[in-house]
C-alpha cells in the first residue's frame, strides 16, 4: 500500500489532508504533445532550503541543492558591474556574498512566511534550480512545521501560487522519517522502520518539532511544535556576549558561525576559546558558558514535550518506540544532544531508551521525504494552483 493512503482512523485531520482541488489550467506540452511533469520535495526552511527534484515514474533525483533561505535586493545607486549582470535580485549564497551592496530579507520567521513578497521570489528561484528551461509542469511536495495551522499553509500556497502547478502540504517530521528510511532494507529482518513507529525531534531554526510517527499522517495530537530552536539560541548568545564583550561588533550571522562550529549541551566544556576579529583586530573570546547555557535552554524546553508524546503512544508501542529515537535537522548538529536526551530518559525511568542522531545527511531527509511522497501521491491529493 502506498504511504500516502495510510490514514489513522476514522479520518485524517485537516493537518494531514490537501484543500479540495480546483480546476487546473493547461499544462505546458512537450513537441511530442505530452506534459512534462517534474516533481519536487522542498524543505522550505527558515534558514536554508532543500530542493531535490526527478520526474515521476524514476528513483532519480536530477537536482539537489541546500541553499540559504534568503532574497537580496539591491540597493539604489550601485554602481553598473557591481552585480554581476546587473541583475537586481539575488538568491542564498550569491546575496550573502553581496550583503554591502543588497538588502538581505528573510522570507520565513519561525518556520513560517513572514515576508509574501521575498517568500514568492524565493518559490521563483526554486523553481529555476529544479527546472532551468521553465516549461515543465513542476508539482512540488512542501514540509510545514509540526501543528501548522491554516493561516501558515495557506501562506504556503499563495507563495507558490502561479509558480508550481500543484501542491501538497506534509508535516516535517514525517517527510523526515520517510527520507531517513533505507526502502532497500524495508523487508530485512532486524530492520526498524522509521516510518512504523519512531519519535522524531527537528530541531531547525525556527522551531523545533517533535513527532510520533507511526505509518500514519501525524494528527495534532501526535505533534508539538516549540517556537524555540537555532534562531532563538543565536539570540541568546548574542545577548550574552554583548553583556560580557561591550562593543563586540558581532553580527547576528557572525554569532551563528560560531554555534554552528561549539555548539553543545551538558556539563560546561570550559575552556572554550574562540578567536574572532573585532574592528580589524583578532580576540580571542571565552564562550562556554554562554554557548552551553544557550544551547542547554534547548534541551529544557524539547525534554517535557519528548516525554509527552511517548506517554500518549499506546503501551504496545512504546517500548519499540523508546528504540527508536531520532533527532534530525541543524539542532542534530550540537554535540552531546542524543547523549543528554538518551540520559535523562533512562534517570527518569523510561525503560532502554535509545536516541540517535539522523547523521550528516540530516539537511536532505525532510525533500527526500517529500520526494518519495511525491512519487506516490494519488491524483486527488495534489491541490491545484491557478495563476
Not at 528510511?181 to 525556527?206: E, H
Not at 583578532?282 to 535552554?297: K, V
Amino acid at each position: 500500500m502506498s504511504l500516502l493512503t495510510i490514514e489513522r482512523p476514522p479520518a485524517p485531520t485537516s493537518a494531514s489532508s490537501p484543500s479540495p482541488a480546483v480546476t487546473q489550467g493547461s499544462a505546458p506540452r512537450t513537441p511530442s504533445g505530452k506534459p512534462t511533469r517534474l516533481l519536487i520535495g522542498l524543505d522550505l526552511g527558515t534558514n536554508k532550503s532543500c530542493i531535490l527534484a526527478g520526474p515521476p515514474e524514476s528513483t532519480d533525483i536530477a537536482v539537489s541543492k541546500v541553499v540559504p533561505s534568503v532574497v537580496g535586493y539591491v540597493k539604489d545607486g550601485i554602481v553598473d558591474g557591481i552585480i554581476t549582470g546587473n541583475v537586481r535580485i539575488l538568491y542564498g549564497e550569491d546575496a550573502l556574498r553581496q550583503r554591502l551592496h543588497v538588502e538581505l530579507m528573510a522570507p520565513l520567521a519561525e518556520g513560517v512566511i513572514a515576508r509574501p513578497e521575498a517568500a514568492r521570489d524565493f518559490m521563483q528561484h526554486v523553481r529555476l534550480l529544479a527546472d532551468p528551461s521553465g516549461k515543465a509542469e513542476i508539482r512540488a511536495v512542501v514540509g510545514v512545521p509540526a501543528n501548522a495551522g491554516e493561516q501558515a499553509r495557506e501562506g504556503i500556497r499563495r507563495s507558490a501560487q502561479g509558480i508550481f502547478s500543484r501542491i501538497l502540504l506534509i508535516p516535517e517530521p514525517f517527510l523526515a522519517a520517510l527520507g531517513f528510511r533505507d526502502d532497500s532494507r524495508v523487508k530485512q529482518p532486524g530492520y526498524v522502520d522509521p516510518v512504523v513507529n519512531s519519535l522524531f525531534i527537528d530541531i531547525g531554526a525556527g522551531t523545533s518539532d517533535v513527532c510520533l510517527v507511526q505509518g500514519y499522517f501525524p494528527t495534532r495530537e501526535d505533534q508539538i511544535s516549540i517556537p524555540f530552536a537555532g534562531d532563538a539560541i543565536d539570540e541568546i548568545i548574542h545577548e550574552e556576549l554583548n553583556r560580557t564583550y561591550p562593543n563586540n561588533g558581532l553580527s547576528r550571522l557572525s554569532v551563528r558561525e560560531i554555534k554552528e562550529a561549539h555548539a553543545y549541551v551538558g556539563p560546561s566544556r570550559k575552556p572554550l576559546d574562540v578567536k574572532v576579529v573585532i574592528g580589524g583586530k583578532g580576540r580571542t573570546l571565552e564562550l562556554a558558558d554562554a554557548i552551553g547555557s544557550a544551547c542547554n535552554a534547548l534541551i529544557e524546553r524539547i525534554y517535557p514535550a519528548l516525554t509527552t508524546l511517548i506517554e500518549s503512544a499506546s503501551s504496545d508501542s512504546v517500548v519499540t518506540l523508546l528504540q527508536n529515537i531520532i533527532v534530525t535537522g541543524g539542532g542534530s548538529q550540537i554535540r552531546g544532544i542524543d547523549t543528554v536526551l538518551q540520559k535523562k530518559l533512562a534517570d527518569d525511568g523510561y525503560e532502554s531508551p535509545k536516541v540517535r542522531l539522523a547523521g550528516q545527511d540530516f539537511q536532505r531527509y525532510v525533500a527526500l521525504g517529500a520526494l518519495k511522497a511525491a512519487r506516490a501521491a494519488r491524483e486527488n491529493q495534489w491541490q491545484v494552483l491557478l495563476d
